[in-house]
């Protein structure tokens, strides 16, 4: 049992993924205790409270923020709002770990990136994957020159998700495939790509005249890479969890980036031959709670800054204009 400092976060909403990528990681995390919570439905909140053994239960958003017994809000509530409660946290003092995607659009996702470089809050953007291991190991191999010049780079989130009345295909809330899986392969395509690329082109396919269902865009960087992001929430596409890389003398591939802990193999093939590497199956959101508790506590740098979020909002907004489609905006 530790007996140093620990981060107590607060969590607004009795979100679904709030277990999965808070609650259950803090349990095994010395520096971290989950206390207090903030729901709508204030029943629903006390419900989701007594379930997780959190101890405090708060009325409203704004009572959760201003709890001087809170050091930090994990904001896990729709995706128009994670600006607006983000800001709302920091002018109470309170350390970020925010849902992605980070904002609304890339506009809204540059206020806050402002907002939080002027404070001395930790703000962090939960991409977990990046935190994990098989992340890391992809990083290290690309900048190892085992594959030459990268030539192209692709990634696809893809899922089922039949409920049409989910928040996700929520225009008002900002909602969408690409918001919400095509976040992850922008991302994966940025960080495996080493820069921001520009978008040639995309192609949606409409849930209603405003939200994607599914989207495929074409993407180039500076360097002349080339590069796709694929992604859907119902599609014949149904499960697809990928990324490649292409060089000049190799490739990899990569089997579920996501979500590693669950499956996943990794794939290099390059003079060097062909071999398959595995990696822990800790969960890529421990090693993200472990990493947001380092900068909190002891000042360690963030993968997944505000500014780092502003450039994987910028290429979703060029996605959603060369595709015809609206920019999302917060509420």
Known sequence: MSCGPKVRIGVLGAARIAPLALINPARENTEVEVTAVAARDVVRGQAFAGKHNIGRVHETYEALVGDPDVDAIYNPLPNSLHGRWTRAALLAGKHVLCEKPFAANAAEAREIASFAAESDK???EAFHYRYHPLTLRVAEI????????????????CFPLPKFSDIRYDYSLAGGATMDAGCYAVDIVRTFGGSTPEVVSAQAKLRDPQVDRAMTAELRFVSGATG????SMWSARVLQLSAKVVGERGKLSVL??????SFHRLTVRSTEGR???RFSRRASYAYQLDAFAAAVLRGEPVETSPEDAVETMGVIDAIYLAAGLPLRRPT
């Open 275 to 277: 071999r398959v590497e």
């Open 122 to 124: 930790v703000v962090m």
């Open 228 to 231: 796709r992001v694929r992604c």
């Open 256 to 261: 579920n980036p996501v979500m590693p802990q």
């Open 142 to 157: 690309i900048a190892s020159g085992e594959l030459g010049a990268l030539e192209r780079v692709e990634a696809a989130v």
